[in-house]
């Protein structure tokens, strides 16, 4: 098949693959091609992948691969499959093309499957597009292909031993009836019994025909018709694609060898994978050069697929996650494309999120993708255990909602209401409740309120408790009035809070020391939190003075923290003194001080050991107040940071496990920039940190080494180089523009990159840090579209965060809005698909428009389309793209959307004014690509707004002739429905919809065509009417029901032929019984 040969390789050292290289001719050029095929004798999804693996260490360019071989056909009504013929995976709206089969459960109602693969990559599909198209106009080149090949090498077509790399015959293509097993221990079916064999149409050639649509994939071999008839959605058996298409971007190719049945044998083997490989071959030959080119590379897309938990394009995760991040990394790095089940366990979530409590959101790595692959997490691990019966009952709970980021939560609540079919119990405050209702409208919902025994039982608990200072200042009429006071402050509060609010107010009672003081203190007991907080602080100030102001000191550290301190670590920082130049643990308070002196205001997590506010509407208070201990909050972080800086530059002897050290080295630069680095102590330290104390390497490294690891290898898997530390990143990392600005960095410094490819722009442009990209831009930073290891460039940084006004600048700076990265996304798309940054997205779109480039718009959109953006394709229509612009195959993104079976997106785009009968370069409307997929839903949509029903492409072929290709009645009947639609038309050959379903022998479609009426005696240009087709067909089924609406069967054309002689011709003998017993007669001469 190959145009050129080239020389043998040099491979990877491990690589024990065989490789045969070459070229492939192509109208733009040549393809260069690596052939490799499995060792003798193995087969399955595990030996495929270990070749694709080896392949891609010997050849890392390698941009997408075709799985060419033989596979089991699949025969069914709809699909007249033949040995010898070709089957090409193509996705069909709801599958990537490809199916696992063993993931899943065989029953006697069909298949019930576990999961899909990949789609192949967008140049490949392409490209079997386009070829399907030529091949409706043009006979296909493969059997040219094939002859040649024979010439070229004879003995191929006539070899020794075995058959040739040729047709076999139709003789030799025997299928038998599904519960007919083969007869005898000889391989041929010489003494299979003739009775048991389908009658099937002879067909006018022998030419292979193509199919296209799903392969299924696994690792058994299948040998039983039964079985296989289960799967008559597929096309094909095959078993290497599951073991390559989720991580290597390829299609598969198989030629038809045999029907999956006991009968199979080895005759058509070599004949199927030649016309597999005559197809690979035609479809390279019209793959343009160009879409290989910009196709990213297979290992940086198997790169980015295993590394997207550990580089989700979120902030960076914090040092307590670090641990099962760096676990995650490991994992990754020893596994191969087939995975033990445990190994994939790991992989799926950095963190068992269901089983964290947290109230504080700086403890959380929230991304969407992580909650989602915790619970398949959970499921899978449990799987094995689980009972069907009981399986189908499982249960996901997601507790507290309203913690995670809106855009997140707006996911996750997308991916709840689209995704598979669960029942999930939510728990949030209410205050989100109108946007869960808005994706989940038709769910029960009920507000949780705390049962009054449940608060007696805890006031009751509490007195005479470790908080009741003075527990005999209590009598049985205080009892009382407390429990009737506090219990009635409590009706209509909700959740924790109707819990926090009595727990303030019965420590605020118990703190009084006399039964006077304590009626007076219930008078005038706080009725809400924010007078429960306000009254806890003025009692924290009340303490003796060594107490509140360790307390003062306490709360601001705990609430300004960037992640939940350790008690060590708070502890730690409490020690140090202005003028410390060592550390001195004599200093650090005992925990249960660290509590006491607070008055509830803080806890200790037990399972985490980290000190927390009480409850996260502490925090809200906190945060709405203008000082917090006659501080605002850019005064406390000064401060915090100053502590950090003095950790970083005490003396190596002085380092400790007591030294808060891990939080100084990665959180001291956060805090600089909230106090927006007023010039004072931390603003110098932090200058000579970076300036003077490592560049002359006159200090202990212990702390950028830290810092080096929290930005490169958590995140990036990057080891450190000793003594290089970049500085500048680092600087940007924290977004610290007046650092930057009073710099000596070069302008070498400022656009170089590090060790993830990054410059410090990316790091300012991807946290939204927008004084920091100007200040960069100021002192000479120039790489604007300088792309990173993963590349991404600055601008796509900040359109992923949504961070429009740094995207605005770096655009009037020079960024171009249109650079695509190497995942063919542009910083627009990355707006409208991480994280639903409509209003990012549609300042990306006015530019776009604005520097000429308005035409990719309709791109953008079309690509949202198929990603299933809606919100993003109604911004980008509103910012003028072109709803009815097409792609390079004449697509609008109507016909994207119907494709991709998404109703909302299709009802959208109807209603903002989308052509309803645009025809693409195939000829298709977006009804007849509704049809095509089966979705009757869309069909009966587009019709109802009105698209036609009577349109035709170029060859005739209407929308209903497709409806009965289609096999699905629901479609028929929906058309036939309609009082305006012609029954009776016909295509260039004369055929009409019920000659199709005649020559078909589709029985209910031709039962549904006649009830609705029609003409049973229009004939074709081979004067045939519809009985004779059925007949000529051998379609018993169809010719009954034509019978039995009254087709004449002794009509005779003008060439004197009748049903009868049609029948009888062709041999099928059931037809003949059938038309003599209604009547029939041969015609006198």
């Known amino acids: 098949m190959l145009d050129e040969k080239h020389a043998p390789p040099l491979k990877h050292p491990n690589d024990a693959n065989i490789y045969t290289l070459g070229s492939i001719y192509c109208a733009s ?54 040995l010898g013929d070709i089957v090409v995976s193509q996705p ?105 064999e389908k009658i099937r149409p002879e067909r006018p050639d022998r030419d292979p025909y193509i199919f296209y649509g799903t392969i299924a994939s696994g690792n058994a071999v299948i040998k039983d018709a039964q079985i296989r008839d289960l799967f008559s959605d597929c096309l094909c058996f095959e078993t290497e694609a599951a073991g390559l298409m989720n991580d290597f971007p390829c299609l598969v190719i198989r030629g038809i060898s045999d029907y999956c049945d006991s009968h ?42 295993q590394s997207s938990l550990i580089y989700p394009l979120l902030p960076d995760p914090m040092s307590e996650i670090n641990s099962a991040t760096q676990k995650i990394a490991s994992t990754l790095q020893q596994t191969q494309l087939n995975q033990e089940r445990q190994d994939i366990y790991q992989w799926l979530s950095p963190l068992n999120i269901s089983a964290r409590h947290s109230e504080n959101q700086k403890t959380r790595v929230e991304g969407t993708e992580n909650i989602i692959g915790a619970i398949i997490k959970q499921l899978l691990i449990q799987l094995p255990e689980i009972p069907d ?50 994706y989940l409208e038709s769910q029960h919902t009920i507000i949780v309120r705390a049962n009054e025994s449940d608060i007696q039982r805890f006031i009751e608990h509490e007195i005479g408790g470790p908080n009741d200072i003075a527990p005999k200042a209590m009598d049985e009429k205080l009892k009382g009035d407390m429990f009737a006071k506090i219990l009635g402050s409590a009706k209509g509060v909700i959740g924790l809070i109707r819990f926090l609010l009595p727990s ?194 006159i200090n202990d490294f212990a702390g950028l080494n830290l810092l080096w690891d929290f930005m490169y290898k958590v995140r990036f898997r990057r080891e450190r180089t000793p003594g290089k530390y970049p500085f500048a990143h680092m600087s940007a990392f924290f977004g610290l523009d007046k650092i930057i600005l009073q710099s000596s960095w070069t302008v070498s410094d400022l656009n170089s990159k590090d060790a993830a490819g990054r410059t410090p722009l990316a790091w300012a442009a991807e946290s939204g840090y927008h004084a920091a990209v100007m200040a960069l831009i100021q002192k000479g930073a120039t790489a604007l579209n300088s792309t990173d290891d993963f590349n991404l460039s600055p601008l796509i940084l900040a359109a992923v965060g949504g961070h429009r006004a740094v995207g605005q600048t770096l655009i009037e700076k020079g960024a171009a809005p249109n650079f695509s990265s190497s995942f063919q996304r542009t910083a627009s798309l990355w707006a409208a698909e991480e994280h639903g940054n409509n209003d990012t997205l549609g300042m990306l779109a006015e530019r776009s428009a604005a520097s000429g480039s ?18 993003a394709v109604e911004t980008l229509i509103a910012k003028g793209a072109a709803i009815d612009s097409v792609d390079d195959s004449g697509r609008t993104a109507l016909t994207l959307a119907v494709y991709r079976g998404n109703e909302d997106m299709v009802e959208m785009l109807v209603e903002k004014g989308a052509g309803l009968d645009v025809v693409d370069d195939a000829g298709r409307t977006p009804l007849v690509w509704a049809i095509r997929t089966g979705n009757d839903t ?56 019920l000659m199709l379903a005649a020559e078909t022998g589709k029985n209910t479609m031709a039962r549904i065509l006649t009830e609705k009426g029609a003409a049973l005696d229009v004939v074709n240009a081979l004067d045939q009417t519809a009985l004779m087709v059925a007949a000529e067909n051998g379609c018993n089924s169809v010719v009954r029901v034509l019978i039995g609406k009254g087709a004449d069967v002794n009509l005779t ?23 003599t017993a209604n009547g029939a007669r041969i015609p006198e001469a």
């Not at 058509?268 to 160009?290: F, G, H, M």
């Not at 035709?952 to 036939?976: P, W, Y």
């Open 92 to 196: 069909d709206g709801q599958f990537g093309g490809v199916r696992q089969y063993d993931r899943g459960k065989a029953t006697v109602q069909g298949f019930e499957e576990c999961g899909s693969l990949n789609s192949p990559p967008r140049a490949l599909l392409n490209a079997v597009d386009a070829l399907q198209s030529k091949h409706e106009m043009e006979r296909s080149a493969i059997p040219d292909i094939l002859e040649t090949m024979c010439m070229n090498y004879p003995l191929m077509a006539k070899p020794r031993v075995g058959p040739g790399y040729v047709y076999q015959g139709a003789i030799n293509d025997r299928l038998f009836n599904a519960t007919y097993k083969h007869s005898s221990g000889k391989k041929e079916c010489t003494e299979c019994d003739n009775a048991e």
């Open 264 to 305: 199979k044998n080895d005759r058509w083997q070599r004949y199927a994978a030649a016309t597999a490989a005559a197809y690979a071959k035609e479809l390279l030959s019209i793959t343009d050069v160009l879409d290989v080119k910009s196709t990213p590379e297979a290992r940086r897309i198997i790169s980015h697929r």
């Open 504 to 697: 303030l107010q019965v420590r605020t009672v118990l703190q009084a020391v006399t039964k006077r003081s304590r009626e007076e203190s219930l008078e005038s007991l706080p009725s809400n939190l924010s007078e429960a907080f306000k009254g806890s602080i003025t009692r924290i100030l009340q303490q003796p003075s060594a107490m509140s102001e360790l307390a003062k000191k306490i709360i601001p550290w705990v609430h300004f923290a960037e992640r939940p301190l350790t008690v060590d670590e708070l502890a730690s920082s409490l020690a140090i003194k202005d003028d410390d130049t060592l550390f001195n643990s004599r200093g650090m308070p005992d925990p249960d001080i660290l509590l006491h002196c607070c008055h509830g205001l803080v806890v200790i997590d037990q399972e985490t050991s980290t000190i927390r506010l009480v409850h996260y509407s502490l925090a809200e208070y906190l945060s709405n107040q203008e000082e917090l201990f006659g501080s605002d909050q850019r005064q406390w972080h000064d401060r915090i940071a100053t502590v950090c800086l003095r950790v970083l530059n005490f003396s190596p002897d002085s380092h400790t496990e007591d030294i808060p050290l891990n939080y100084a080295a990665t959180q001291w630069g956060h805090h600089l920039q909230k106090c927006d680095q007023t010039p004072g102590i931390a603003f110098d330290m932090a200058k000579q940190y970076l300036d003077i104390n490592c560049q002359n390497h």
């Open 389 to 438: 019966p009981v399986f189908s009952r499982v249960y996901i709970c997601l507790d507290a909602l309203d913690e995670l980021q809106e855009s997140n939560m707006r996911r996750l609540l997308k991916w709840i209401r689209d995704g598979p079919s669960v029942q999930i119990f939510l728990t949030s405050r209410p205050h989100i409740r109108d946007v869960i209702l808005k």
């Open 1053 to 1075: 054309n003008d060439f004197g032929e009748t049903a009868l002689t049609y029948a009888e011709t062709e041999g099928h003998h059931s037809v003949v019984e059938t038309l």
């Open 938 to 993: 869309l069909v009966r949509t587009l019709v109802e707004k009105g698209a036609a029903i009577n349109s035709a492409n170029m060859f005739g072929k209407t929308v209903l002739m497709e409806a009965v290709e289609s096999g699905k009645d629901t479609i028929t009947r929906i058309l036939t429905e309609r009082h305006d639609l012609a029954l009776d038309a016909a295509d260039m050959s004369g055929k009409t919809a």
């Open 29 to 82: 050029g040549k393809h260069n091609v690596v052939i490799a095929t499995l060792p003798p004798g193995r087969s399955g999804p595990t030996p495929a992948a270990t070749t694709a693996t080896h392949m891609l260490s010997s050849f890392p360019e390698i941009k997408f691969g075709l799985i060419v071989g033989i596979g089991g056909g699949i025969p069914s009504e709809d699909n007249d499959i033949r």
């Open 854 to 871: 308005a035409g990719s718009l309709g791109t953008l959109m079309r690509d949202a389309v198929r990603r299933g953006h809606k919100s």
